[in-house]
Nanobody
Framework: QVQLVESGGGLVQAGGSLRLSCAAS????????IGWHRQAPGKHRELVAA???????NYNDSVKGRFTISRDNAKNMVYLQMNSLKPEDTAVYYC???????????WGQGTQVTVSS
């Protein structure tokens, strides 16, 4: 069973920064989809940022220019650097990784990000 463990969440003032980390128990070299999603209270889970199998990166329009997704295959880690945080970024953030031979991907347990105004 693959495990994804997020860390790095917390409470930060508006304008501040946080770096989320996701540690995978399986090598990420062969992952063909990597992403960060978030879910705010009372809202559906939404995609924040993703890296496709071809290496292209996509961001939710609301975080473009502020958030950066990256991966370190040597460490089996995925990161989300979040700058210029806004109160509307408050949510539980989830790491998602799918490997080509799996029908479904895997989710982490989530990490809370709270941005105060």
């Amino acid at each position: 069973q693959v495990q994804l463990v997020e860390s790095g969440g917390g409470l930060v003032q508006a304008g501040g920064s946080l770096r989320l980390s996701c540690a995978a128990s399986r090598s990420t070299i062969t992952a063909n989809a990597i992403g960060w999603h978030r879910q705010a209270p009372g809202k559906h889970r939404e995609l924040v940022a993703a890296i496709s199998s071809g290496g292209s990166i996509n961001y939710n329009d609301s975080v473009k220019g502020r958030f950066t997704i990256s991966r370190d295959n040597a460490k089996n880690m995925v990161y989300l650097q979040m700058n210029s945080l806004k109160p509307e970024d408050t949510a539980v953030y989830y790491c998602y990784i799918r490997w080509s031979w799996d029908r479904d991907g895997y989710w982490g347990q989530g990490t809370q990000v709270t941005v105060s105004s």
